[in-house]
């Protein structure tokens, strides 16, 4: 990406093994994310250019001298943030603080490509039991980022039986969301978003209501279909401030908004009239989804989820720049790359 | 208080019954709050006259028709806010949010005075099997708010075996969250405060460390006891933006900030930098401890615990307005009121 709007494909060298925890992977498939938008919407061109793409399966092609468990032609998927897996913060389930970690893409090459770098390659590759051809392949690639991401969101609310849930946002996160809840047995899911094609997904995944307005007219929706108490949980699946203040609005005394739509602002309210005083919970943070891929993974190898339905576009390396555009004009949710 | 540094005791009419709810209580030992001391400060004399205190142990005078349970001659424990118990929102734990509820004070009648109406008096009101002599009515008062407040604080934070805990403030809140934090079994409790009388006590209760610097100094001084990493929870007792800015800097990724001081501020930083990339909860409020009191009252009883040493010095109700000047200027920790 060379600024905003500007996304070019171009030929750069091969990545190589630099640390001897590395390993290189051959992509299979990539896609791009709805956090690809922000700076596509609003990078300088003197931040750029930068590769792009944190989101990937493929097949190992090489291992560093330290890395074990994993060898050539093994096939696996990466969460988005690299980590060891093994420092304290990993064995708190917080794999995206690990010290030896980082995000792909700036540091390591981006995913939207042949092939990536893959740091900590031990501690982060995850193998998988399909082969290349295997029509599971969009379903295990949400494993990367957007499943196991609206999964953080709903477990760091502590989504369970009798717990009613709001989700703000109808991109691949927030849907996600809404099938993670389900799995975790809420009783009671609303959605809250405005393009048909993706609420009736939203539906599909188990979303019981759906709520179009925004701002405070979808505060006292929402409100009205809880008999004004709110809802125990509210998952932010967006990142904009707007987002924000409907989760403050729709969420119940004593409940939780947990965030996973990367902010777009630094302060918000968190004083008597907003949070305190009512007794909310703020949480969440970038999904450590590595902690996630083992728990999530025997529902989409048997089919009993189908993750990857968020995928409704499919583009070759060569169409990126199309796919961006694509999921820019909202005409597409979510972009699959086979390269 | 007529305003800032401005209190007088003066005669009102006796309480009365104004609901079939409602009791009257006549109080056996009331106090001056920490809280207190923000209008203390700061209040503007159009916002005057307000009776004032919340905290209070006594015997009930009269009940309402529609009050069973308790009788004319029960001594009782009120939490700082009352509520009906049965709704909703108590039965999860959160009475501060209870409809029918709301705070003592400019509502009722304060408790700083001989006697006092409460509302919702059958699911406010808690007996004690103790007499108007018992050498414990210090520490049973302090079921009121203080204790129930930091002990909220290390709930909501979800204090345990394994966790190590900063808690800022050595107030009589912040002092009862460390003993709520060894009680639930905290390995490490580092207090932050200044007033070695007062980190002393802490160390009583159960503070295994004493930071007395602030700012970033007091941050850096916890990150190098936690060998760099900050505590799994901040439990903050204090509601000023330094003390908001210290949870932030002390907090391990992944953990809890609990919030029991209210906060003085309505924004404050919680996007990627502060909150938001290192997956910090933010939790607290106003403390439902009338959820609190069953639990905590048996240690109380059979002296186990004794909170009530937070009370550094006792006054008549003709005392007050010097009780409230001896907290102001720190001379006393928490001062206790006998009508």
């Known amino acids: 990406m060379y600024k905003a709007g500007d996304v070019r494909v171009q030929d750069t060298p091969d990545p190589v093994i630099e640390r001897p925890t590395d390993a290189i992977v051959r992509i299979v498939r990539s896609c791009v994310c709805g956090s690809d938008l922000h700076p596509y919407r ?5 931040d750029g250019p930068v590769p792009m793409g944190h989101e990937f399966l493929g097949v190992v092609e090489e291992t560093g001298t330290e890395v074990s468990g994993l060898k050539s032609g093994d096939m696996v998927v990466s969460p988005f943030a ?59 690639l949400t494993l990367a980022d957007v499943y196991g991401t609206g999964h953080h969101a709903a477990k760091q609310a502590r989504v369970g039986e009798r717990t009613t849930v709001t989700v703000i946002g109808d991109g691949a996160v927030g849907l996600l969301a809404v099938l993670s809840a389900r799995q975790l047995g809420a009783e009671r ?19 019981t ?5 925004r701002g405070q007219e979808g505060i006292e929706k929402v409100r009205e279909l809880t008999g004004g108490q709110g809802t125990h949980a509210v998952l932010e ?10 989760a403050v609005g729709a969420v119940r005394p004593g409940g939780v908004i947990s965030r996973v739509g990367v902010p777009q602002y630094e302060a918000a309210p968190v004083g008597f009239s907003s949070l305190f005083g009512p007794n909310i919970t703020l949480t969440g943070g970038p999904a450590p989804v ?25 583009v070759s390396l060569d169409e990126v720049p199309e796919g961006y555009g694509a999921m820019d004009r909202r005409e597409s949710l979510k972009v699959l790359v086979t390269p």
Chains 1, 2 share one sequence.
């Not at 093994?86 to 995000?103: I, V």
């Not at 792909?104 to 082969?131: D, I, K, N």
């Not at 209501?209 to 307005?213: G, Y």
């Not at 989409?300 to 339905?309: A, E, F, I, K, S």
């Open 42 to 46: 609003t990078m300088d061109a003197s």
């Open 82 to 140: 690299y980590a060891d897996n093994t420092c304290a913060y990993c064995q708190e389930g917080f794999q995206t603080s690990c010290p030896r970690g980082g995000f792909f893409a700036a540091g390591t090459g981006g995913a939207q490509a042949e092939a990536v770098r893959v740091p900590q390659a031990q501690g982060t590759l995850v193998r998988l039991p399909v082969g290349e051809d295997s029509a599971l392949l969009p379903s295990l």
């Open 189 to 207: 899911i609303i959605l809250m978003g405005r393009h048909r094609s993706r609420t009736d997904l939203g539906r599909f995944f188990g979303a």
């Open 209 to 213: 209501d759906v709520v179009a307005e």
């Open 237 to 246: 699946a967006v990142g904009h401030m707007p987002a924000y203040e409907m």
């Open 290 to 314: 590595r902690a996630y891929i083992d728990e999530l993974l025997p529902a989409v190898l048997d089919g009993t989820v189908d993750p990857g339905r968020v995928f409704d576009r499919t």
